[in-house]
C-alpha cells in the first residue's frame, strides 16, 4: 500500500461531461503529480503542485485543470470531454518539491471510460 | 526533456539475476536515477533511486556508471512476481526549469519464464 488514495476507481461517462478525479497523497507528502496512462501512450506527466502552488506543468490540455487544497488533497478537473481521454489517470506524491532523494508514491489510479 | 532509453523487453529465467539497462546520456550532476515497476492495471511502484553511487535495498540494486551516462537495476533472483514493466527516470534537480516534469518512457517489459 502506496498510501496514495485515488477515488474513484472507475468512471464512465458521455462526451461533453465534466468530471473530477481526487487525490489523497501520502501522510506528509507535500508534492503531488498527476499523470495520464493511455493504452497507446506511456505515462504522460499532467502537472505538479507542491503545498498548494502549481510547480510544473506538462502537455495538459487546456479542458484539464486541477488545484490543491489545504488540506493537500488534490483534485483534477476534465471537461469537455472526448473518447480519446479514455485512459487511465493516476496520482502520485512525494516529500519535497522535487522527488530527487525521495521516492514517487503512486496511488492505484482512475479508469476513466468516455463513451 | 531529459529522456532515458531502455530496451523494449526482456525475458529471464526464474531464480536467475536479471541486469535491466538505461541509457541517460543527458543527465545533469544533480538529476537523480529513479525505477519504478507496473503490474498490469496498477499504479507504478517505487524499486530503487541513486545519485552516483550504487545502492542496494531490499528489492534490487541500482548500478550507476562512473559518468553516470547509464545505470543497470539488478534484480538478484527474479520470480514470477517480477513480471513487469520496468520505467527509468531521471528527477530533474531543482535548478532545471523542467524541474518536476520527470518523463516516463516506454519502459522495459520484463517476462519472467518459470
Known amino acids: 500500500d502506496s498510501g496514495v488514495t485515488q477515488t474513484p476507481k472507475h468512471l464512465i461517462t458521455a462526451t461533453g461531461q465534466r468530471v473530477t478525479l481526487r487525490c489523497s497523497p501520502r501522510?506528509?507528502?507535500?508534492?503531488v503529480y498527476w499523470y495520464q496512462q493511455s493504452l497507446d501512450q506511456g505515462l504522460q506527466f499532467l502537472i505538479q503542485?507542491?503545498?498548494?502552488?502549481?510547480?510544473a506543468k506538462g502537455n495538459i490540455l487546456e479542458r484539464f485543470s486541477a488545484q490543491q487544497f489545504p488540506d493537500l488533497h488534490s483534485e483534477l478537473n476534465l471537461s469537455s470531454l472526448e473518447l480519446g481521454d479514455s485512459a487511465l489517470y493516476f496520482c502520485?506524491?512525494?516529500?519535497?518539491?522535487?522527488?530527487?532523494?525521495?521516492?514517487?508514491?503512486f496511488g492505484n489510479g482512475t479508469r476513466l471510460t468516455v463513451t | 526533456d531529459a529522456k532515458t532509453t531502455q530496451p523494449n523487453s526482456m525475458e529471464s529465467n526464474e531464480e536467475e539475476p536479471v541486469h535491466l539497462p538505461c541509457n541517460h546520456s543527458?543527465?545533469?550532476?544533480?538529476?537523480?536515477i529513479h525505477w519504478y515497476r507496473q503490474l498490469p492495471s496498477q499504479g507504478p511502484e517505487y524499486v530503487i533511486h541513486?545519485?552516483?553511487s550504487n545502492v542496494n535495498n531490499r528489492m534490487a540494486s541500482l548500478a550507476i556508471a562512473e559518468d553516470r551516462k547509464s545505470s543497470t537495476l539488478i534484480l538478484h533472483r527474479a520470480t514470477l512476481r517480477d513480471a513487469a514493466v520496468y520505467y527509468c527516470i531521471l528527477s530533474l534537480g531543482i535548478y532545471n526549469t523542467n524541474a518536476g516534469k520527470s518523463t516516463f518512457g516506454d519502459g522495459t517489459t520484463l517476462t519472467v519464464k518459470p
Open positions: 502520485a506524491s512525494s516529500v519535497d518539491v522535487v522527488f530527487g532523494n525521495s521516492p514517487l508514491h
Open positions: 501522510s506528509g507528502d507535500l508534492s
Open positions: 543527458t543527465i545533469s550532476g544533480t538529476d537523480y
Open positions: 541513486g545519485l552516483t
Open positions: 503542485y507542491y503545498n498548494g502552488e502549481e510547480r
